[in-house]
């Protein structure tokens, strides 16, 4: 558990955009005192928020995927191999900056061992799927860059994001906490009735971009938070069957319920929209 009484030094790490960072810079007032983030690396040339992050002072570090693939003359794709070296030189930009926790804000790849070894119990993500929901081997139903997609073939009626303990299955780590519902328009059924893709397609991006634009700073803060001040105890976690373990659940308000609420807060909210 961290409990320093010195703030959580937190680390960022992203591709082309930290969907939730602005928010924690400019309206979190947690920063500073509860965490302070200590540097932000993208695996791109450079992020959309760069320019807000270092007003701010914060430094950013650059680690080019693409072109750490192509000196080894490989393909991203799926040669972890490679990826291992690429995420041990990730551990070795980010130690001196001493990060207690490290977050992984709109990051589009997956890490692996060495990443997973270095922050052991202290490495988090942010993922646009409801985590609770759990295949028969306890896996996630919906990992991966097409949660949102998935859900939505699958028919779901509402969506939500979670921040997770990162493991070593894809957005398979315990759950910290939850967001309020995003309830699934009829044009999704419609799309998916008359096989229009395109349609479907344009209303997947929307209704994900719904949910990062107003999701991810408020879901990182309620998440932060918690780690700070010692309500979520990571190592216990990371120990814990994923499967079985409930988040917490955070409102549009960024009000946060306890652990075990996720259902009653579901039935509350389907009957405000109801009435």
């Avoid at 791109?44 to 750490?68: A, K, N, Q, S």
């Avoid at 009000?255 to 009957?271: A, D, K, M, V």
Wanted: charged letters at 25%.
């Amino acid at each position: 558990m961290l409990t320093q009484p010195r703030p959580v030094r937190v680390a960022v790490m992203c591709s082309r955009r930290a969907p939730g960072l602005v928010h924690l810079l400019e309206r979190d007032p947690n920063r500073g005192r509860a965490y302070d983030i200590v540097c932000v690396l993208t695996t791109e040339h450079t992020f959309v928020e760069r320019p807000t992050v270092e007003g701010f002072g914060v430094p950013t570090l650059e680690h080019g995927i693409r072109d750490f693939y192509a000196r080894r003359r490989e393909a991203i794709g799926r040669d972890f191999e490679t990826r291992r070296f690429f995420d041990r030189e990730t551990v070795d930009r980010l130690t001196p900056y001493s990060p207690d926790l490290v977050v992984l804000d709109g990051y589009l790849y997956l890490v692996t061992r060495p990443m997973l070894d270095a922050f052991a119990g202290r490495l988090i993500n942010l993922h646009f799927s409801d985590l609770t929901i759990r295949r028969p081997d306890g896996r996630p139903r919906y990992p991966g860059m097409r949660a949102v997609r998935d859900a939505l073939l699958d028919g779901q009626s509402e969506t939500t994001a979670t921040v997770h303990l990162v493991n070593d299955v894809a957005d398979g780590g315990a759950p910290l906490v939850c967001s309020w519902p995003y309830p699934v328009s009829a044009l999704a059924g419609a799309a998916r009735a008359w096989d229009a893709v395109d349609m479907f397609k344009a209303y997947v991006f929307a209704h994900q971009e719904w949910m990062v634009r107003s999701a991810s700073g408020p879901l990182l803060a309620a998440a932060l938070a918690l780690i700070a001040e010692g309500r979520i105890d990571l190592e216990a976690l990371a120990a814990a069957d994923p499967a079985a373990v409930a988040p917490w659940v955070v409102d549009e308000r960024g009000r946060l319920t306890p652990p075990g609420t996720l259902e009653t807060c579901r039935r509350l909210w389907r009957y405000q929209r109801a009435g």
